[in-house]
């Protein structure tokens, strides 16, 4: 049996709604509450320096100050590589095939080893195209790829700038030694 | 002789500077305390040298950007209108403050000073003249920017103006029958007497409904949000778009020196002016017995205090009523001013009347 859900009414005002002040009053108190009591918290801190105080805003100033990252956060991209150091990544397209935004091109080569039919020689992202649903993750069977590079700000001065390649998408992962306190990234080097 | 044009000169150079320090001061304010009230910390970046002055640099920024800014005219706009505009927007606002007291007498040897630029008989007749006046900047603006949106924004600030113009006007007329005067010197003297003994004649005591019908259309006069129709800047496209670089900053700091007038002038008329419960020209002098006596000066510099003080209070009030209510529709602004309040206060003015022919 469907449930039925219990469909909201249209508000219909009141007296007390229409005329004006005991609602004015109320959400008034409410704000001026607010007022009151976060500017009691920055008197207590920035005048008589009592830091043990709850602060009175709730901002995170952003460049210089980051929230820790949900350990399940999708970021940027990134290609891992072997304990040999070669590239893990086989070139067997499924992540190109699977992307719904057409945003990975890869081009095979030959791989020397044996143990390897082939390797991606070019491996380009293109990051203004990619909607960061991580099915390119799910879909890789060597997890050559991982979203977990916590680089936020993602920007550049044009649109071949965003278009990150191979050799960028592997050395990032030395970078991201930066990032190192928001996100506990378990393999700073990508090994 | 000479000496009075000086003095008349410090006052008005006084009132020129608290004016438009206030407007200053309360851009501050708007995103200080906008961001205290919904827990932020506010404009905190621009910076002199990395000294920010708790984002007072941001409102210097904001000077520099608006008087180096292009000043630009629409093409086939009415030029001369659109310069004209944002003067008559802005310098009415400024000349009522003339007839505001901020304090009481000053006695410096035999010479009196009344710290009040203009005392005149008509006082608040000249302000409601002055500050309607203001309605040309914003249907001029609208008009002659050759641009529909502005011509409608235009039109709505017109009415709306004209609507609570004359709310205003009926609210204080209650005022008016008690104090038995236009004078604001005298009204505001008459505030320091009490009632019953005890508690002091404050136009809110004797007209509490008249400060409840005055206080909503006088925040309607100065166009702010809840009653931000004529600008609405963020959906229906408001008077001043076709306004750029110091002609769009005049229309800013008109709308803040509004909100400084209506401190001053709900300080002035319900809330004593310039008085301090029980204190006289001799000091305080208490109902319940004992008193303080106080020098001259420090009574006037008291006094003066005291206005500033409800001046900054209210100043405070209109902008936690701008950070907290949602836009009034345009029909329910409509309705408000002329089904609800025009009847109300023609109903103050009746109870009025019949409270005075039976007590007096």
Redesign the interface.
Known sequence: MIERKVIQKSFEPGWKEKIYYPEVIRGLSITGWHFVRNMWSHILRYVFFIKSVKPGFVTIQYPEERRPLSPVARLRHRLMLRADGTIKCVACMMCETICPCNCIHIVAAESENPGVEKYAIEWDLDLLRCCFCGYCVEACPEDAIRMDFADLDLAGWSRGGMVLNRATLLADGALSVKFKAQKELQEVVMR | MVLDIVIILVKIWFVLVLALTMAAALMWAERK?S???????GANRANIFGFKALGFVNIMADAVKMIVKEDWIPPKANKTLHTIAPIAAFFPVLLVFAVIPFGDTLRIGAKEIPLQILNINMGILFLFAFASLSVYGIILAGWSSNNKFSMLGGIRGCSQMISYELIVGLALIGLFMVFGTLKLDSIVRQQNELLFGFIPKWGIMVQPLGF?LFL?AALAETKRVPFDLPEGESEIIGFNTEYSSMKFGMFFMGEFMEVTLIAALLTTLFFGGYNIPYLYQQGFVFPVGGEIPLPHLVVVILQFCSFMCKLLFFCWFQQ??R???PRFRYDQLMN?SWKQLLPLTLLNILLTGLVLTLVG
């Open positions: 305390q961001a205290v009230m919904q827990d932020r910390i409840l909503p936690l009523v950070w907290t209510l408000l």
